[in-house]
């Protein structure tokens, strides 16, 4: 497992930042948003529904290692609207080298 840190960021410009053990960059996403403090007053059943089927991970260029965007593309759904996306970084320099989109 690698280390990540992932930020979560607000419409109102707050961030969230959460450091989770992972095998990929998408699973740590997901443990992220499950878990975040910042989320806690959420419904957990929008957020379930958001990391099935409404995010978008997206790896920032050339030789760059373990760098991505994700998007939250669930704009449908009033109860996580304000989730905008955030970055995913890799922080464990010994992990292995990942430059692929999800």
């Not at 443990?31 to 958001?50: C, F, G, H, P, V």
């Not at 760098?67 to 449908?76: I, S």
């Amino acid at each position: 497992m690698d280390l990540y840190t992932v930020t979560i960021d607000f419409e109102d410009r707050t961030k969230a930042i959460e450091q989770v053990e992972c095998s990929n960059e998408v699973e740590a996403l997901h443990a992220a948003l499950r878990d975040a403090e910042a989320l806690e007053n959420y419904e957990s059943r929008a957020i379930e529904e958001t990391i099935k089927d409404y995010l978008r991970v997206i790896h920032v260029g050339k030789g760059f290692k373990g760098v991505w965007l994700w998007h939250h593309c669930n704009f449908d759904n009033e109860k996580v609207e304000d989730i905008y996306g955030g970055s995913i970084v890799q922080t464990d320099r010994n992990g292995a080298a990942r430059h692929r989109s999800s």
